[in-house]
């Protein structure tokens, strides 16, 4: 039950009571998405923390 760098992780490996434990950790980490995990669907703002990262695209304001 250490202190994991999880922040390092793939948030898609968290586990439930990771997520509950550093849910403020959680939030920096997706607070601005970037990418999505085309494998579990989740969003994050940096790649290395999803499994199957694929860039959102941008779209411009009309
Ligand atoms: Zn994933």
Redesign the pocket.
Known sequence: MGEKNLAKE????WHKKDIEKNLQALIKLVNKPRFV??????SANSKKN????IQIKKTKAA
């Open positions: 793939s948030i898609c490996k995990c085309g494998n579990c669907g989740r999803l499994c199957k990262p």
